[in-house]
Nanobody, 123 residues
Framework: QVQLKESGGGLVRAGGSLRLSCTAS????????MGWFRRTPGKAREFLGR????????NYGDSVLGRFTISRDNAKSTMYLQMNNLTLEDTSLYYC????????????????WGQGTQVTVSS
């Protein structure tokens, strides 16, 4: 089993930046892919990006490409989501996800979820 814990959410002004963290514990050696999703009330869950543990290769959802960056520190079992140029539309509950293999943008394949951290962008 793997446990995921997000941190770093909060209130930020539009145009600002925020960095989220996701720390894994438990059988972290079994994790192959980690990533981020968000869920906004009234909208479908949205894939933000994922990163491969073995080489750090990352890819992103279209809505955040160029603004959000995922990185990881394997020694700390921690993944980060650097969010820049935030807009009101980025207000959401952000979730960390992990898989023993690969997971799709639909979240099919995700084995573990964090509890989520709220990000609120104000004007």
């Amino acid at each position: 089993q793997v446990q995921l814990k997000e941190s770093g959410g909060g209130l930020v002004r539009a145009g600002g930046s925020l960095r989220l963290s996701c720390t894994a514990s438990g059988n972290t050696g079994s994790v192959s892919t980690m990533g981020w999703f968000r869920r906004t009330p009234g909208k479908a869950r949205e894939f933000l990006g994922r990163i491969r543990s073995r080489d750090g290769y990352a890819n992103y959802g279209d809505s955040v490409l160029g603004r959000f960056t995922i990185s990881r520190d394997n020694a700390k079992s921690t993944m980060y989501l650097q969010m820049n140029n935030l807009t009101l539309e980025d207000t959401s509950l952000y979730y960390c996800a992990a898989a023993r293999g690969f997971f799709f943008t639909s979240a099919s394949g995700v084995d573990y979820w964090g509890q989520g951290t709220q990000v609120t962008v104000s004007s």
